[in-house]
T-cell receptor, first 113, second 113 residues
Framework: AQSVAQPEDQVNVAEGNPLTVKCTYS??????LFWYVQYPNRGLQFLLK??????LVKGSYGFEAEFNKSQTSFHLKKPSALVSDSALYFC???????????FGAGTTVTVRA | EAGVAQSPRYKIIEKRQSVAFWCNPI?????LYWYQQILGQGPKLLIQ????????DSQLPKDRFSAERLKGVDSTLKIQPAKLEDSAVYLC???????????FGPGTRLTVL
Protein backbone atom coordinates (compact mmCIF):
# COMPACT_ATOMS: atom_id res chain seq x y z
CA ALA A 1 0.00 0.00 0.00
CA GLN A 2 1.19 3.50 -0.76
CA SER A 3 1.32 6.35 1.72
CA VAL A 4 2.52 9.91 2.14
CA ALA A 5 3.80 11.65 5.24
CA GLN A 6 3.94 15.40 5.67
CA PRO A 7 5.67 15.71 9.03
CA GLU A 8 4.84 19.36 9.64
CA ASP A 9 1.26 20.47 10.18
CA GLN A 10 2.32 24.11 9.89
CA VAL A 11 5.20 26.05 8.39
CA ASN A 12 5.67 29.73 9.16
CA VAL A 13 8.12 31.91 7.26
CA ALA A 14 8.73 35.58 6.68
CA GLU A 15 8.14 37.03 3.26
CA GLY A 16 11.28 36.91 1.16
CA ASN A 17 12.72 33.94 3.05
CA PRO A 18 13.09 30.45 1.59
CA LEU A 19 10.14 28.12 2.00
CA THR A 20 10.38 24.34 2.34
CA VAL A 21 7.48 21.92 2.80
CA LYS A 22 8.54 18.36 3.54
CA CYS A 23 7.12 15.15 2.10
CA THR A 24 8.18 11.52 2.34
CA TYR A 25 6.45 8.64 0.62
CA SER A 26 6.13 4.89 0.50
CA UNK A 27 5.13 3.07 -2.68
CA UNK A 28 5.90 -0.14 -4.53
CA UNK A 29 7.94 0.43 -7.63
CA UNK A 30 8.71 3.74 -9.25
CA UNK A 31 6.70 6.62 -7.81
CA UNK A 32 4.80 9.36 -9.54
CA LEU A 33 4.81 12.34 -7.17
CA PHE A 34 2.69 15.47 -7.09
CA TRP A 35 2.23 18.69 -5.16
CA TYR A 36 -1.12 20.45 -4.96
CA VAL A 37 -2.11 23.70 -3.26
CA GLN A 38 -5.49 24.51 -1.77
CA TYR A 39 -6.74 28.01 -1.02
CA PRO A 40 -9.73 28.55 1.32
CA ASN A 41 -13.02 27.38 -0.19
CA ARG A 42 -11.26 26.32 -3.37
CA GLY A 43 -10.39 23.01 -4.94
CA LEU A 44 -6.88 21.66 -5.23
CA GLN A 45 -4.62 23.30 -7.78
CA PHE A 46 -1.79 21.38 -9.41
CA LEU A 47 1.69 22.78 -8.73
CA LEU A 48 4.15 20.24 -10.14
CA LYS A 49 4.88 16.59 -10.68
CA UNK A 50 7.76 14.14 -10.90
CA UNK A 51 7.37 11.26 -13.30
CA UNK A 52 10.88 10.51 -14.49
CA UNK A 53 14.06 12.30 -15.50
CA UNK A 54 15.70 15.21 -13.72
CA UNK A 55 15.32 14.99 -9.95
CA LEU A 56 14.68 18.74 -9.70
CA VAL A 57 11.24 19.62 -10.97
CA LYS A 58 10.07 23.17 -11.60
CA GLY A 59 6.41 24.09 -11.36
CA SER A 60 3.94 26.92 -11.14
CA TYR A 61 4.38 30.19 -9.20
CA GLY A 62 8.15 29.73 -8.74
CA PHE A 63 7.87 26.46 -6.83
CA GLU A 64 10.22 23.53 -7.32
CA ALA A 65 10.64 20.12 -5.75
CA GLU A 66 13.49 17.68 -5.49
CA PHE A 67 12.99 13.95 -5.82
CA ASN A 68 15.36 11.95 -3.61
CA LYS A 69 14.97 8.24 -4.18
CA SER A 70 17.32 7.10 -1.43
CA GLN A 71 15.49 9.19 1.16
CA THR A 72 12.07 8.60 -0.43
CA SER A 73 11.41 12.32 -0.22
CA PHE A 74 9.90 14.97 -2.46
CA HIS A 75 10.25 18.28 -0.64
CA LEU A 76 8.61 21.39 -2.06
CA LYS A 77 10.70 24.56 -2.14
CA LYS A 78 10.49 28.20 -3.07
CA PRO A 79 13.54 30.46 -2.84
CA SER A 80 11.64 33.59 -1.81
CA ALA A 81 8.17 33.22 -0.26
CA LEU A 82 5.31 35.64 -0.84
CA VAL A 83 2.37 36.43 1.45
CA SER A 84 0.14 35.09 -1.33
CA ASP A 85 1.79 31.66 -0.94
CA SER A 86 -0.10 31.23 2.34
CA ALA A 87 -2.27 28.16 1.75
CA LEU A 88 -2.63 24.44 2.42
CA TYR A 89 -0.19 22.23 0.53
CA PHE A 90 -0.67 18.55 -0.24
CA CYS A 91 1.87 15.99 -1.41
CA UNK A 92 0.52 12.96 -3.28
CA UNK A 93 1.95 9.72 -4.68
CA UNK A 94 0.84 6.92 -6.91
CA UNK A 95 2.61 3.88 -8.31
CA UNK A 96 3.65 4.09 -11.97
CA UNK A 97 1.15 1.35 -12.86
CA UNK A 98 -1.92 2.61 -10.95
CA UNK A 99 -3.90 5.85 -11.16
CA UNK A 100 -4.95 5.85 -7.51
CA UNK A 101 -3.49 8.91 -5.79
CA UNK A 102 -2.73 8.88 -2.08
CA PHE A 103 -2.49 12.26 -0.37
CA GLY A 104 -0.68 13.41 2.72
CA ALA A 105 -2.57 15.19 5.49
CA GLY A 106 -1.43 18.58 4.30
CA THR A 107 0.82 21.36 5.57
CA THR A 108 -0.51 24.83 6.26
CA VAL A 109 1.93 27.48 5.12
CA THR A 110 1.74 30.96 6.57
CA VAL A 111 3.94 33.67 5.12
CA ARG A 112 4.05 36.82 7.26
CA ALA A 113 4.72 40.23 5.80
CA GLU B 1 -10.95 25.95 -20.99
CA ALA B 2 -13.70 25.55 -18.42
CA GLY B 3 -12.73 23.74 -15.25
CA VAL B 4 -14.47 21.02 -13.28
CA ALA B 5 -17.87 22.21 -12.11
CA GLN B 6 -19.56 21.05 -8.93
CA SER B 7 -22.85 21.86 -7.26
CA PRO B 8 -24.02 22.70 -4.76
CA ARG B 9 -21.09 24.43 -3.11
CA TYR B 10 -22.53 24.05 0.37
CA LYS B 11 -25.13 21.74 1.87
CA ILE B 12 -26.43 21.37 5.39
CA ILE B 13 -28.64 18.40 6.26
CA GLU B 14 -29.69 16.46 9.31
CA LYS B 15 -28.49 12.94 9.96
CA ARG B 16 -30.48 10.21 8.26
CA GLN B 17 -31.42 12.55 5.42
CA SER B 18 -30.21 11.96 1.89
CA VAL B 19 -28.10 14.27 -0.28
CA ALA B 20 -26.74 14.31 -3.81
CA PHE B 21 -23.79 16.09 -5.37
CA TRP B 22 -23.24 16.82 -9.04
CA CYS B 23 -20.04 17.05 -11.05
CA ASN B 24 -19.36 18.08 -14.63
CA PRO B 25 -15.78 17.26 -15.66
CA ILE B 26 -13.57 19.07 -18.13
CA UNK B 27 -14.69 18.38 -21.68
CA UNK B 28 -12.90 15.39 -23.13
CA UNK B 29 -11.80 13.98 -19.79
CA UNK B 30 -12.91 10.37 -19.70
CA UNK B 31 -11.69 9.68 -16.18
CA LEU B 32 -13.62 11.10 -13.23
CA TYR B 33 -12.86 10.82 -9.53
CA TRP B 34 -14.80 11.53 -6.34
CA TYR B 35 -12.81 12.28 -3.19
CA GLN B 36 -13.83 12.85 0.41
CA GLN B 37 -11.77 15.42 2.35
CA ILE B 38 -12.41 15.42 6.08
CA LEU B 39 -11.20 18.49 7.95
CA GLY B 40 -7.51 18.17 8.76
CA GLN B 41 -6.93 15.29 6.36
CA GLY B 42 -5.92 14.87 2.77
CA PRO B 43 -8.45 13.86 0.14
CA LYS B 44 -9.38 10.18 0.07
CA LEU B 45 -10.51 8.54 -3.15
CA LEU B 46 -14.06 7.22 -3.00
CA ILE B 47 -14.63 6.13 -6.58
CA GLN B 48 -13.02 6.37 -10.00
CA UNK B 49 -14.86 6.15 -13.33
CA UNK B 50 -13.52 5.73 -16.82
CA UNK B 51 -16.25 6.79 -19.19
CA UNK B 52 -19.35 5.28 -17.57
CA UNK B 53 -17.59 2.28 -16.01
CA UNK B 54 -16.29 1.99 -12.45
CA UNK B 55 -12.52 1.47 -12.22
CA UNK B 56 -12.14 1.53 -8.44
CA ASP B 57 -14.77 1.83 -5.72
CA SER B 58 -12.92 -0.09 -3.02
CA GLN B 59 -13.14 2.78 -0.52
CA LEU B 60 -16.75 3.72 -1.19
CA PRO B 61 -19.04 2.86 1.78
CA LYS B 62 -21.53 1.08 -0.40
CA ASP B 63 -24.14 0.67 2.31
CA ARG B 64 -24.86 4.38 2.15
CA PHE B 65 -22.90 5.91 -0.73
CA SER B 66 -23.63 5.47 -4.41
CA ALA B 67 -22.33 7.12 -7.55
CA GLU B 68 -23.16 7.00 -11.21
CA ARG B 69 -21.95 8.38 -14.49
CA LEU B 70 -24.61 7.16 -16.85
CA LYS B 71 -23.59 8.91 -20.07
CA GLY B 72 -19.89 9.03 -19.38
CA VAL B 73 -19.87 12.77 -18.73
CA ASP B 74 -21.65 14.19 -15.66
CA SER B 75 -21.62 12.28 -12.41
CA THR B 76 -23.66 12.27 -9.23
CA LEU B 77 -22.63 11.08 -5.79
CA LYS B 78 -25.39 10.24 -3.32
CA ILE B 79 -25.41 9.60 0.40
CA GLN B 80 -28.44 7.90 1.91
CA PRO B 81 -28.82 8.03 4.87
CA ALA B 82 -26.21 10.54 5.98
CA LYS B 83 -24.28 10.19 9.23
CA LEU B 84 -22.52 12.83 11.29
CA GLU B 85 -19.12 11.49 10.19
CA ASP B 86 -19.99 12.20 6.56
CA SER B 87 -19.38 15.90 7.19
CA ALA B 88 -16.59 16.73 4.77
CA VAL B 89 -15.75 18.41 1.51
CA TYR B 90 -16.54 16.23 -1.48
CA LEU B 91 -14.18 16.90 -4.36
CA CYS B 92 -14.63 15.87 -7.95
CA UNK B 93 -11.64 15.62 -10.27
CA UNK B 94 -11.13 14.64 -13.87
CA UNK B 95 -8.28 13.66 -16.14
CA UNK B 96 -7.52 12.40 -19.60
CA UNK B 97 -7.26 8.63 -19.93
CA UNK B 98 -3.71 7.85 -18.90
CA UNK B 99 -3.24 11.45 -17.83
CA UNK B 100 -0.93 12.11 -14.92
CA UNK B 101 -2.57 15.30 -13.74
CA UNK B 102 -5.97 15.43 -12.10
CA UNK B 103 -7.96 18.66 -12.27
CA PHE B 104 -10.11 19.38 -9.24
CA GLY B 105 -13.40 21.17 -8.86
CA PRO B 106 -14.13 23.62 -6.02
CA GLY B 107 -15.81 20.94 -3.91
CA THR B 108 -19.08 20.64 -2.03
CA ARG B 109 -18.90 21.26 1.70
CA LEU B 110 -21.38 18.97 3.47
CA THR B 111 -22.39 19.53 7.06
CA VAL B 112 -24.46 16.83 8.73
CA LEU B 113 -26.20 17.95 11.94
Amino acid sequence: AQSVAQPEDQVNVAEGNPLTVKCTYSVSGNPYLFWYVQYPNRGLQFLLKYITGDNLVKGSYGFEAEFNKSQTSFHLKKPSALVSDSALYFCAVRPFNDYKLSFGAGTTVTVRA
Amino acid sequence: EAGVAQSPRYKIIEKRQSVAFWCNPISGHATLYWYQQILGQGPKLLIQFQNNGVVDDSQLPKDRFSAERLKGVDSTLKIQPAKLEDSAVYLCASSLVGGNEQFFGPGTRLTVL
